[in-house]
């Protein structure tokens, strides 16, 4: 998948998290996407987190055809779509850009005094110079990411990066408190992605730039010696005639291989000038070629390759943490809703009267656990009865659910036992149950802290250990944001 079909999936992923009741996107809506492209995958395929090829393939299918069907929906949802974007580069910045780093390599390509062509002249040597730091940095970059050093070479596109992403967060308008889950649920799942794609193709686009400079300066040089003839000369104050012949064959000579154009190393010592006087200045036309080949050899082409091998990069480098974002229980809970028969699930409710709004939210978990398809059959436990309980009742599957609610801390002399002896008890009519303790948050809802329905959870899953295959908190709407989605 390439990054708009990542974008994709992962703002369906992000809506149906955010919005475990239906309000945007009803139940029935995605398990009729889940069924017309899952093409025979099941939900017991699913092994661990990271995605494999065929649910990878499946997640693209599906959020292809939600979109698809998403035109002609109600407003709200597109409007909460519309929501979801990412911070990204504008070509039309880009073209910007690379037309002021043309203009800037022209304008910096000073050739010297009058008529005189300063084979030294800081501009020329400086931008040869700069390129070279740059270049050996971009390597570290591009070929070893992990390297400390490689860090330190993205700097300038880290700055662009942070001033793009603060556009981006200005320009979002949350209306209401579900958009606001589905938001900050996509935020957290694609904007890291988003980040690292944005500072690789903003160093891509400062290769292309650096390169585009290059060019500028090379076309200047033959641009200012059409109307001129200039006189090619060296001065300074640092390199005698030895150092500045050995300094001007080691520049020119890659320049001088790729163009077949000789060095002209015999007119050095007559080009130098010294107290204000040159001995005999050389005809520029060679020196001018070879400069303008040095440009392209040492500038363009390394930075077109390095803007060619980040291209490449990308996408690969962004597809490895996004098949890694925890993909396993959004898959099941998808492909169970599609799952099951008439298959009947019984549910051992301890110590609270269901109502038709607490059956809800419990059947949303079963269904969640069991598949789509899967009947709920409930059997209360009143308080205080709970061995008594235990040792009237039969089962009647092998699957089975026992309800509790999560706000009463679990202890080990009523929780534990009755789900011990309610386990000895399926155990003789069946070799190889399933026993699964829903705890119900109805009556959670904006009261609890994310923090401590985590750390209720984990009680109550320590109380259970060894007893329960799994643990399921049922949460309402008004506790979404505290807890995304069933687990």
């Given at each position: 998948m390439d990054w708009n079909d990542w974008q994709r999936v992962l703002k369906w992923r992000a809506l149906e998290e955010g919005d475990t009741d239906g309000v945007l996107v009803n139940a029935e809506r995605r398990r009729e996407a889940t069924a017309?492209?899952?093409?025979?995958?099941?939900s017991e395929e699913i092994k661990g987190e990271v995605l494999d090829e065929r649910s990878e393939s499946f997640l693209d299918k599906r959020a292809e055809w939600l979109e698809r069907e998403a035109v002609g929906w109600r407003g709200d949802l597109i409007r909460v779509l519309e929501l979801l974007c990412v911070p990204q580069g504008r070509w039309a910045l880009a073209l910007a850009g690379w037309a002021l780093a043309l203009i800037t390599g022209y304008a910096l390509s000073d050739l010297g005094q009058s008529s005189e062509f300063n084979l030294l002249a800081l501009p020329l040597v400086g931008l040869l110079a700069w390129n070279a730091v740059v270049i050996v940095l971009g390597l570290f970059c591009e070929l070893m990411p992990a390297s400390s050093l490689a860090g330190r070479g993205g700097w300038m596109a880290e700055i662009l990066a942070h001033g793009i992403s603060r556009m981006g967060r200005a320009t979002k308008e949350v209306t209401s408190g579900v958009a606001d889950t589905v938001q900050k649920r996509f935020e957290e799942l694609a904007w890291p992605l988003a980040w690292k794609r944005l500072q690789m193709r903003l160093?891509?686009?400062?290769?292309?730039?650096?390169?585009?400079?290059?060019?500028?300066?090379?076309?200047?040089?033959?641009?200012?010696?059409?109307?001129?003839e200039y006189r090619a000369v060296w001065e300074s104050t640092v390199l005698e005639v030895g150092p500045a012949r050995t300094f001007f064959e080691a520049l020119f000579t890659p320049a001088s291989k790729v163009l077949g154009t000789r060095i002209p190393m015999d007119q050095i010592e007559g080009m130098?000038?010294?107290?204000g006087r040159v001995k005999s200045p050389a005809p520029a036309l060679a020196w001018i070629h070879l400069y303008a080949g040095t440009l392209l050899v040492l500038i363009v082409?390394?930075?077109?390759?390095?803007?060619?091998?980040g291209a490449a990069r990308c996408s690969r480098t962004l597809a490895r943490p996004a098949r890694a974002l925890h993909w396993g229980n959004y898959l099941r809970t998808l492909l169970r809703a599609v799952e099951g028969g008439s298959e009947r699930i019984q549910v051992l409710v301890h110590a609270i009267?269901?109502?038709?709004?607490?059956?809800?939210?419990?059947?949303?978990?079963?269904?969640?656990?069991?598949?789509?398809?899967?009947?709920?059959?409930?059997?209360?436990?009143?308080?205080?009865?709970?061995?008594?309980?235990?040792?009237?009742?039969?089962?009647?599957?092998?699957?089975l659910?026992?309800?509790?609610?999560?706000?009463?801390?679990p202890e080990a002399e009523v929780q534990r036992r009755l789900v011990s002896d309610v386990r000895q008890r399926l155990l003789t009519k069946h070799a190889d149950p399933e026993l699964v303790v829903l705890l119900d948050g109805t009556s959670l809802a904006g009261r609890w802290s994310p923090e401590k329905i985590a750390g209720r959870e984990q009680l109550w899953s320590e109380m259970v250990e060894g007893l329960a295959s799994d643990v399921i908190v049922a949460v309402r709407k008004e506790s979404a944001r505290a807890k995304p989605q069933a687990s």
């Amino acid at each position: 998948m390439d990054w708009n079909d990542w974008q994709r999936v992962l703002k369906w992923r992000a809506l149906e998290e955010g919005d475990t009741d239906g309000v945007l996107v009803n139940a029935e809506r995605r398990r009729e996407a889940t069924a017309h492209t899952r093409a025979g995958l099941g939900s017991e395929e699913i092994k661990g987190e990271v995605l494999d090829e065929r649910s990878e393939s499946f997640l693209d299918k599906r959020a292809e055809w939600l979109e698809r069907e998403a035109v002609g929906w109600r407003g709200d949802l597109i409007r909460v779509l519309e929501l979801l974007c990412v911070p990204q580069g504008r070509w039309a910045l880009a073209l910007a850009g690379w037309a002021l780093a043309l203009i800037t390599g022209y304008a910096l390509s000073d050739l010297g005094q009058s008529s005189e062509f300063n084979l030294l002249a800081l501009p020329l040597v400086g931008l040869l110079a700069w390129n070279a730091v740059v270049i050996v940095l971009g390597l570290f970059c591009e070929l070893m990411p992990a390297s400390s050093l490689a860090g330190r070479g993205g700097w300038m596109a880290e700055i662009l990066a942070h001033g793009i992403s603060r556009m981006g967060r200005a320009t979002k308008e949350v209306t209401s408190g579900v958009a606001d889950t589905v938001q900050k649920r996509f935020e957290e799942l694609a904007w890291p992605l988003a980040w690292k794609r944005l500072q690789m193709r903003l160093r891509m686009w400062l290769h292309v730039a650096a390169a585009l400079m290059a060019i500028g300066g090379a076309v200047a040089l033959y641009a200012r010696g059409w109307s001129h003839e200039y006189r090619a000369v060296w001065e300074s104050t640092v390199l005698e005639v030895g150092p500045a012949r050995t300094f001007f064959e080691a520049l020119f000579t890659p320049a001088s291989k790729v163009l077949g154009t000789r060095i002209p190393m015999d007119q050095i010592e007559g080009m130098h000038r010294s107290s204000g006087r040159v001995k005999s200045p050389a005809p520029a036309l060679a020196w001018i070629h070879l400069y303008a080949g040095t440009l392209l050899v040492l500038i363009v082409v390394p930075r077109l390759l390095l803007a060619g091998i980040g291209a490449a990069r990308c996408s690969r480098t962004l597809a490895r943490p996004a098949r890694a974002l925890h993909w396993g229980n959004y898959l099941r809970t998808l492909l169970r809703a599609v799952e099951g028969g008439s298959e009947r699930i019984q549910v051992l409710v301890h110590a609270i009267e269901p109502t038709p709004a607490h059956r809800e939210v419990w059947d949303r978990g079963v269904r969640e656990r069991f598949g789509g398809m899967a009947r709920a059959e409930y059997l209360r436990i009143p308080a205080g009865e709970e061995d008594e309980f235990a040792a009237a009742w039969q089962p009647v599957c092998a699957n089975l659910v026992m309800l509790f609610n999560m706000a009463t801390t679990p202890e080990a002399e009523v929780q534990r036992r009755l789900v011990s002896d309610v386990r000895q008890r399926l155990l003789t009519k069946h070799a190889d149950p399933e026993l699964v303790v829903l705890l119900d948050g109805t009556s959670l809802a904006g009261r609890w802290s994310p923090e401590k329905i985590a750390g209720r959870e984990q009680l109550w899953s320590e109380m259970v250990e060894g007893l329960a295959s799994d643990v399921i908190v049922a949460v309402r709407k008004e506790s979404a944001r505290a807890k995304p989605q069933a687990s």
